[in-house]
């Protein structure tokens, strides 16, 4: 039962535009969602969260949106630079449980 | 945030053999977690570890195949026992987050690339 859902593996965006990553989820008892970005040979690293009491947060260049009636989840970068290609992956942490549920991620690829 | 060493960063093992992985972290923390990451796969979790407790496993792991031990605050092992090639896999250890992440925002290892023979 996969309970958070990212379902483009890819996605390529040209230099300067908007890169919009989608994730979607099933469990309404997730009470944190986070976005973490990966790059080969290393380990996730945490990009930005946002609360299930909230519907937006934005921390620079990076905006996550959160649609609790939907159950879906955006990340937005903009504008898009070379290094943020990368795999990006969507997780939630269930209400009361020190633990995340990951997607099976979206490969970002910026085109110069 | 953490900074987490692990070791080793990869390894190819034969079937049947076990393969021992060593997280070490630069600060005292309580809580570690080790995930998998399977080809193609979404990570996930496979034990927490606590100092001076028994790890907590999720369902469909077993302490027989993934033995963790947790000696101190800043140190935990993974022992991925009679392997197959199945057990592939990117091992990763994580703390849980900081004042700057959020109580969430997790800090990972580099990883393990672990292949099966």
């Known amino acids: 039962d996969q309970q958070v859902k990212q379902n483009s593996p890819s996605l390529s965006v040209q230099?300067?535009?908007?890169?919009?990553?989608?994730?979607?989820?099933?469990?309404?008892?997730?009470?944190?969602?986070?976005?973490?970005?990966?790059?080969?040979?290393?380990?996730?690293?945490?990009?930005?969260?946002?609360?299930?009491?909230?519907?937006?947060?934005?921390?620079?260049?990076?905006?996550?949106?959160?649609?609790?009636?939907?159950k879906h989840l955006?990340?937005?970068i903009v504008p898009s630079q070379p290094g943020d290609s990368a795999v990006y992956f969507c997780a939630a942490s269930p209400q009361g449980a020190q633990k995340l549920v990951f997607g099976q991620g979206t490969r970002l690829t910026i085109n110069p | 945030s953490a900074v987490i060493s692990q070791k080793p960063s990869r390894d190819i093992c034969q079937r049947g053999t076990s393969l021992t992985i060593q997280c070490q972290v630069d600060s005292q923390v309580t809580m570690m977690f080790w995930y998998r990451q399977q080809p193609g796969q979404?990570?996930?979790?496979?034990?927490?570890?606590?100092?001076?407790?028994?790890?907590?496993?999720?369902?469909?792991?077993?302490?027989?195949?993934?033995?963790?031990?947790?000696?101190?605050?800043?140190?935990?092992?993974?022992?991925?026992?009679?392997?197959?090639?199945?057990?592939?896999?990117?091992?990763?250890?994580?703390?849980?987050?900081?004042?700057?992440?959020?109580?969430?925002?997790?800090?990972?290892?580099?990883?393990?690339?672990?292949?099966?023979?």
């Open chain 1, 15 to 70: 230099e300067g535009r908007i890169s919009i990553l989608n994730c979607d989820y099933t469990n309404s008892m997730f009470d944190y969602f986070l976005w973490y970005k990966k790059y080969p040979a290393e380990g996730p690293t945490f990009l930005i969260s946002i609360s299930s009491i909230k519907d937006k947060n934005e921390d620079g260049r990076f905006t996550v949106f959160l649609n609790k009636s939907a």
């Open chain 1, 74 to 76: 955006s990340l937005h």
């Open chain 2, 42 to 117: 979404s990570l996930t979790l496979i034990a927490t570890a606590n100092q001076g407790s028994e790890a907590t496993y999720e369902s469909g792991f077993v302490i027989d195949k993934f033995p963790i031990s947790r000696p101190n605050l800043t140190f935990s092992t993974l022992t991925v026992s009679n392997m197959s090639p199945e057990d592939s896999s990117i091992y990763l250890c994580s703390v849980a987050g900081t004042e700057t992440n959020g109580p969430y925002g997790y800090t990972f290892g580099s990883g393990t690339r672990l292949t099966v023979v």
